[in-house]
């Protein structure tokens, strides 16, 4: 694959969703464009050709781009801080509201069919869809509540300790083990799910002295690594999961690293740094698992997540 192909949320101050396209051979950034003018799309999710995203019209508060149309669903109080898709459905995670909510694709559109109230305020930030259940972290109740996917229904919740701040995750291949990054205590969790969501390790990335902010959190397609960013101290970390340490602490290459994401082949990593308005690509050694920073743009202001597409 020559080239690299995606899309960018921002926050509201921002005009909408960019799409990027890096070229490979060059190690450069070639073009980048505001895609699709909206206010505050902050995270994204593409599926088979549908990008789902938040957004603040007076009418919806979800749209979802698919075959050329344009599906408008929801009332939320507040802009949706997660959306994740499956193959029938559209979830949306709501960090004030507190809420999970499911919207169901159908001929006539798209339209919400089950809502979940956890608390107002707490902080949920993320919706793992896994084979059976819907993990939701969230931050200010310092735990992850597990629904039965179909149902929805409340299975159990896993609690971590006060000042946690849990706040993203991601499973192995076989949904076994789920990592997770915690934005207050700035660790990495693995948790045993087999065993109810026991944590068998954890890792801390701070040096004594310092003040930092876990982000976002990325699983290598062989399994056998992580990659972290850090806001606060702008740092990448690359952890290598067998041997259960750092293998690699690099600069962000800006300021406020919201939100990385591997490529579709697995060799570059990019990090939307949101107060620096710059997208970094680091190109990722296919043995070590390491970053070389190779190339940034200045080109997307206030990036909060970052999706690929063929």
């Known amino acids: 694959m020559n080239e690299i192909k995606g899309f960018v949320g921002t926050y509201a101050p921002a005009k909408g969703i960019y799409s990027f396209l890096y070229d490979v051979q060059k190690d450069a950034f070639v073009k980048t464009d505001l895609f699709y003018p909206v206010k505050d799309a902050k995270y994204l999710s593409y599926y088979k050709n549908r990008l789902a995203f938040p957004t603040q019209l007076a009418d919806a508060r979800l749209c979802v781009l698919a075959n050329g149309r344009e599906l408008l669903a929801g009332l939320e109080n507040s802009t949706a801080c997660y959306v994740v898709q499956d193959e029938d459905c559209v979830y949306?995670?709501?960090?004030?509201?507190?809420?999970?909510?499911?919207?169901?694709?159908?001929?006539?559109?798209?339209?919400?069919?089950?809502?979940?109230?956890?608390?107002?305020?707490?902080?949920?930030?993320?919706?793992?869809?896994?084979?059976?259940?819907?993990l939701v972290p969230c931050r200010l109740l310092d735990r992850v509540y597990v629904y039965e996917r179909t149902?929805?229904?409340?299975?159990?919740?896993?609690?971590?300790?006060?000042?946690?701040?849990?706040?993203?995750?991601?499973?192995?291949?076989?949904?076994?083990?789920?990592?997770?990054?915690?934005?207050?205590?700035?660790?990495?969790?693995?948790?045993?799910?087999?065993?109810?969501?026991?944590?068998?390790?954890?890792?801390?990335l701070l040096k004594e002295g310092e003040q930092g902010g876990g982000a976002a959190i990325r699983i290598s397609s062989s399994g056998e690594t992580l990659y972290v960013s850090v806001r606060g101290i702008n740092q990448l970390y690359v952890i290598d999961i067998a041997q259960w340490r750092i293998l690699q602490r690099i600069s962000?290459?800006?300021?406020?690293?919201?939100?990385?994401?591997?490529?579709?082949?697995?060799?570059?990593?990019?990090?939307?740094?949101r107060s620096s308005s710059n997208l970094v690509a680091f190109k990722i050694d296919h043995i070590s698992g390491m970053l070389e920073e190779k190339a940034h743009t200045d080109t997307i202001p206030e990036g909060v997540s970052i999706v690929f597409y063929e």
Request: charged share 20%; hydrophobic share 35%.
């Open 92 to 134: 949306t995670v709501n960090y004030h509201d507190g809420t999970l909510i499911r919207y169901r694709f159908s001929e006539e559109g798209l339209h919400e069919e089950s809502i979940v109230h956890i608390q107002h305020e707490a902080g949920a930030h993320q919706a793992i869809l896994t084979g059976a259940t819907i």
């Open 151 to 204: 149902s929805m229904e409340l299975i159990r919740a896993i609690s971590f300790p006060k000042g946690t701040g849990i706040r993203h995750g991601v499973l192995d291949d076989h949904g076994r083990f789920l990592y997770m990054i915690s934005e207050d205590s700035c660790e990495v969790f693995e948790m045993n799910m087999e065993q109810g969501g026991v944590i068998t390790r954890k890792l801390s």
């Open 252 to 273: 962000s290459g800006g300021d406020h690293p919201r939100d990385i994401n591997l490529s579709p082949q697995g060799d570059y990593l990019f990090a939307a740094n």
